[in-house]
């Protein structure tokens, strides 16, 4: 038994550690991904041979920023990790009359994407010290929490001191970083918000795929949202402006590129999904604000320092690029945005990805040549409804639900309480159907419900908490509120709830 276990865990590290014990991996490195040795050594990591920016030297450059630059860079802390290092915001911004767009950026969510931090740095850098960006802050505040998950990056590993992906994260708020961070982008209140990773491009999966395995050809994919609930017009602004000026400049740079696509499993074979629906990670929930929304994912997981520069300089120029399409586009976003918060569409409370046959570029580990590989493609880019609901004016939350009302009020939703009490005429939600996970995600026992919607007169007190949606957030209020919704407080067990019980969220339709 003692060699079993000891064959399984060798199996286990030689999986994770392919990209190291692949022969090949040098050769793809040299022939598809060569270093950019001509980018300048101007951050911590970038100033020492081996390792990557620890928390000291973190401060360090940033407080020497602020002392060369106190008149465009402000330095504040938005919290602690649950270590007790205090999570750094950068502000950028020049003095003017204009009015700006706001643009909030973040890197190191996960903790072992560290190119997504070291890009940050050098990128502020450049537009603090290189002439050629400095107009940029003319026309844009700028936000950057360089290292969001300080626990996680400072050993190299995915996941918050908790166990938890502060990226899976995003509407049950579990981890104190994820309260953090979402608070201060709701205090920020941007335009357009981007978050930085990286990826593993050699997978488990992949090794199955061709006849010796693949690996991924992209410097770069775009993580953006297909969820039916953001708005069309951003969902359109966000692909045809934002990404296609961005893909626009990897090409000159001769860096490849990609919609975002991973591997999973479903019925034993292995398909691969594109784009984003789910609110619980920042692209979908970003753009369910109707802010421009863009997730970033970078070669660079598993691979250590290898074209680390490369690395660097690819998450740089798609900041920049983002920088100078706000720049010159900036009341066309605004526009955009005021149109989107108008919008009374009805919801969409669950939906599912198109399925249809493709072909992806890939590296093939036998030749070492690009080859199209066919596969299935679940695409969250183009989704389908499922389940659509009467868009209602407002909701009615119990008052003893301060759980779940913190929690919007963190996620920048605007709550009233009645002031007297009122018969209201709502839209009740009766369990139907309920399944409980008891394999937990994320630390959360899952819940599937399916519900009845019963019309009632109910007499509601005083200090009932009430949720309008004429607010520029309130497509995630949907996400949340709406309990069929997949990243709902109900589904995710924030709200535990039972067959046959009623929920202390109601609808007011008219």
Not at 81 to 105: C, D
Not at 244 to 250: F, G, P, S, T
Request: with cysteine; glycine share 4%; proline share 3%.
């Amino acid at each position: 038994m003692k060699y079993i276990v000891i064959l399984i865990i060798v199996l286990y590290c030689s999986v994770n550690t392919f990209a190291q014990l692949n022969p090949q991996s040098k050769q793809i490195t040299q022939k598809f991904f060569p270093e950019i040795e001509t980018l300048e050594n101007t951050t911590p990591a970038l100033q020492k041979n081996k390792g990557f920016t620890d928390y000291d030297e973190l401060m360090l450059f940033l407080n020497n920023l602020v002392e060369q630059h106190p008149e465009t860079i402000k330095l504040n802390f938005i919290g602690k990790s649950q270590k007790g290092y205090q999570i750094p915001l950068v502000l950028l911004a020049t003095q003017n009359t204009k009015e700006k767009i706001k643009v909030w950026m973040q890197g190191g969510l996960h903790g072992n994407e560290p190119a997504s931090t070291e890009g940050m740095l050098y990128l502020l850098d450049k537009l603090l010290n290189d002439s050629k960006y400095i107009y940029l802050l003319d026309d844009i505040d700028l936000a950057i929490v360089p290292m969001a998950n300080i626990d996680g990056y400072l050993k190299q590993d995915r996941y918050a001191a908790n166990g938890l992906d502060l990226n899976r994260d995003q509407t049950k708020l579990m981890a104190p970083e994820s309260v953090s961070l979402k608070q201060a982008f709701s205090d920020f209140n941007p335009e357009i918000g981007l978050d930085f990773h990286e990826y593993r491009p050699y997978r488990k999966d992949f090794t199955q795929l061709s006849d010796f395995g693949i690996t991924s050809l992209f410097d770069a994919m775009f993580l953006y949202s297909g969820n039916l609930n953001v708005p069309e017009n951003i969902r359109t602004l966000t692909d045809t402006l934002f990404v296609e000026n961005a893909r626009r400049i990897l090409d000159k740079n001769e860096l490849k590129h990609h919609d975002y696509i991973s591997t999973g499993k479903y019925g034993g074979e292995i398909h691969f999904n594109q784009g984003s629906t789910n609110a619980r990670s920042s692209a979908t929930n970003y753009a369910l604000t109707n802010t421009i929304s863009t997730l970033f994912e970078i070669r660079g997981v598993g691979i250590g320092r290898t074209s680390f520069k490369r690395r660097i300089h690819t998450t740089f120029l798609l900041a920049i690029s983002y920088l100078e399409t706000a720049s010159i586009n900036s009341m066309l976003v605004k526009k955009e945005i005021k149109k989107a918060t108008e919008q009374q569409n009805d919801i969409v409370v669950t939906s599912k990805k198109t399925i249809e046959k493709g072909t992806i570029e890939t590296i093939d580990l036998d030749t070492n040549e690009i080859i199209e590989l066919d596969v299935t493609i679940r695409d969250g880019l183009r989704s389908q409804a499922n389940l659509i609901r009467e868009r209602p004016l407002a909701y009615l939350v119990d008052a003893n639900q301060t759980e779940i009302i913190e929690k919007l009020k963190t996620l920048g939703v605007t709550i009233e309480t009645l002031t007297e009490d009122q018969e209201v005429e709502v839209e009740t939600y009766k369990i139907s159907e309920y399944k409980r996970d008891s394999k937990k995600y994320e630390k959360m026992n899952l819940q599937t419900v399916k519900t009845e919607i019963e019309t009632k007169n109910i007499q509601f007190p005083k200090g009932t908490y009430k949720i309008n949606l004429n607010q520029r957030r309130s497509n995630i209020i949907l996400e949340v509120l709406e309990p069929e919704a997949p990243n709902s407080f109900v589904s995710f067990g924030v709200l535990e709830t039972e067959k046959e019980a009623y929920l202390p969220i109601y609808r007011i339709t008219k």
